[in-house]
């Protein structure tokens, strides 16, 4: 089958409603700060209502974030997810439509709703994610579009989805067609709690089916229950053909193989925290396909985070191809 797109992503569909408040906030709400915490529909209601009315509401999830990157890079990309039969669902699907990329997955019918997150960013940028997972987690291996995985270059799955024993086997089945058609294979590992959750699998996946890993340095040290950073390099490139790894101030490290490449940032005030791995993976994948050296890929992606944390929302606030033509660097 011929490639007709670059990157295709299975993740979480869920629609983010951001807003900026104070730490006390947070401890009024008892809400844990920079972390993602799973909620019911009652809390989601609950912190919906608590936000301030200047909120925004927005399409996103981690996966379904990268690919709004993508597409501003100028990639080819398409999303598989699961929504509700419900507003909220179209109105997703409608924002992936709109932005260029093709939307796979029939909506749920009679369980529960689409997935929302309220996200609270501190005058720090910290971001606390407070999520309910609706009908997004319902996504299963039937779901999975077999033409549609296998005629992308790329798979990219997002560790968020992987709590339910149903989302474990769709990852397994997605993956298995992607390299039964000749394809690659990405993962990012998305939250600390999510490894500490899932971490026997994870390192499993990741060694049997994946070809490129993305997390940030926490991340990293979770998965190999370890302080020593070198140390935990080390391991992940005996488990995968390459990494991608974020570091804050630090910039990104890049190892595949015995090389390792140290991609630097310049340092900005951060507004809002949210989405700035999601745009980085967004970078580094559309560099690797489109025949960019690792070490250019990853000075796209830190661009991109970079740009995403200077405002409020996940998702490019400027067209990305232009702000990296205009950094000179190569897309």
């Not at 039964?180 to 999510?194: L, N, P, Q």
């Not at 499993?204 to 998965?223: G, K, P, Q, S, Y």
Request: proline content about 4%; hydrophobic content about 45%.
């Amino acid at each position: 089958m011929p490639v007709k797109y670059d990157v295709v992503a299975l993740g979480n569909a869920i629609m983010d409603v951001i807003a900026q408040v104070d730490d006390d906030f947070l401890v009024r709400h008892n809400i844990p700060k920079a972390r993602t915490n799973l909620i019911d529909p009652e809390r989601c209601d609950y912190l919906y209502n608590a936000l301030p009315a200047s909120r925004i509401e927005t399409s996103g999830g981690s996966a379904g974030n990268t690919v709004a990157g993508l597409r501003s890079f100028g990639a080819t990309a398409a999303f598989l997810g699961k929504v509700a039969d419900d507003k909220l669902g179209a109105a997703y699907v409608a924002d992936m439509k709109r932005i260029g990329a093709d939307f796979y997955g029939s909506p749920l019918k009679g369980g529960p709703t689409t997935a929302r997150s309220m996200i609270a960013v501190t005058p720090d940028g910290e971001r606390s994610m407070n999520t309910y997972l609706g009908a997004s987690t319902e996504f299963a291996a039937a779901d999975v579009n077999a033409r549609a995985v296998a005629s992308g270059a790329w798979l990219y799955l997002e560790g968020y989805l992987f709590d339910k024993p149903a989302a474990k086997t769709a990852f397994i089945h997605a993956s298995e067609v992607a390299q039964s058609s000749g394809r690659k294979v990405a993962i990012t590992m998305s939250d600390v709690f999510c490894i500490d959750r899932h971490r026997p699998s994870f390192i499993h996946l990741i060694r049997t089916h994946c070809d490129l890993v993305f997390c940030n340095e926490a991340e990293l040290l979770a998965l190999y229950e370890t302080d020593d950073f070198d140390g935990a390099v080390n391991q992940i490139r005996s488990d995968s053909q390459i990494a991608a790894i974020t570091r804050s101030s630090k910039g990104s490290l890049i190892v595949s193989g015995s090389d390792s490449w140290v991609a630097p940032v310049t340092a900005a005030p951060v507004v809002d925290a949210t989405g700035a791995g999601d745009q980085y993976a967004a970078g580094v994948l559309y560099g690797i396909t489109h025949g960019l050296s690792l070490q250019e890929s990853a000075r796209l992606g830190n661009l991109a985070a970079g740009e995403v944390i200077s405002h409020i929302g996940p998702r490019p606030g400027v067209n990305l191809r232009e702000l990296a033509m205009a950094a000179g660097l190569k897309v």
